[in-house]
């Protein structure tokens, strides 16, 4: 079980740029979360999927911050014109059902906006 | 806005004490809680979780739940420098909703 896997572990953008976040749940996993953890405003929800299809988005900053899962294998989280407040480490997570399922965590991508 | 109160922002106790930690909901329909433990420069681990009114002990490791208040704490007995970290506490309805967390205490067990 390789657990949930994030890529890239790390990445560097330039101010303006477009940055695209990757993230594997878990097979047979049918609940996947996004969060951003900073140090100031600690580990914030994004967004939430189950079965694909997104559930609750209400994290989600609306207009340069867009999340997709195209398939049951990935999620993406794609963040438009990146400014430095985004710098953070963005975390995925996924539960099997979501419900009393704790949900696991991959490494997370840290993303530093320059 | 669903959101998790965490006291205290820090603590720091010696090796071998007590530490406990606090943790609040303001969902009234809240029905599972969760305590995940991080480590610097490392992704949050769950550590326990707990569902209905009492206790549940694993280890050195003791949780509680008082849902009328709303209010789960986490006690950890004999603790270890390696218990050092930043402890996360997680909310949740039933049903599958989305996973709300406080924004942690930070545990120092000094030597």
């Known amino acids: 079980n390789a657990g949930v896997i994030q890529t890239p572990r790390h990445k560097v953008t330039g101010k303006g740029q477009e940055a695209t976040l990757w993230c594997e749940p878990i097979s047979g996993h049918s609940a996947v979360f996004w969060y951003r953890q900073t140090i100031v405003q600690g580990l914030e929800f994004l967004t939430y999927f189950r079965n694909q299809a997104p559930i609750d988005d209400s994290g989600m900053p609306k207009e340069r911050f867009s999340a997709q899962m195209p398939n049951q294998s990935h999620s993406t989280l794609k963040i438009q014109s990146t400014q430095p407040q985004d710098s953070a480490v963005y975390l995925c997570?996924?539960?099997?059902?979501?419900?009393?399922?704790?949900?696991?965590f991959g490494e997370g991508t840290r993303l530093s906006v320059l | 806005q669903q959101k998790v109160q965490q006291s205290p922002e820090s603590l720091i106790v010696p090796e071998g004490g007590m530490a406990s930690l606090n943790c609040t909901s303001s969902?009234?329909?809240?029905?599972y809680f969760w305590w995940y433990r991080q480590h610097s420069g490392k992704s949050p681990k769950m550590l326990m979780?707990?569902?209905?009114?009492g206790e549940k002990e694993e280890g050195r490791f003791t949780v509680h739940l008082n849902k009328a208040s709303l209010h789960t704490s986490l006690h950890i007995r004999d603790s270890q420098p390696s218990d050092s970290a930043l402890y996360l506490c997680?909310?949740?309805?039933?049903?599958?909703?989305?996973?709300?967390f406080g924004s942690g205490t930070r545990l120092l067990v000094s030597p």
């Open positions: 997570a996924s539960s099997p059902t979501g419900g009393n399922q704790a949900p696991l």
């Open positions: 979780s707990i569902f209905s009114n």
């Open positions: 997680a909310a949740s309805r039933a049903g599958g909703y989305k996973v709300v």
């Open positions: 969902d009234r329909n809240v029905d």
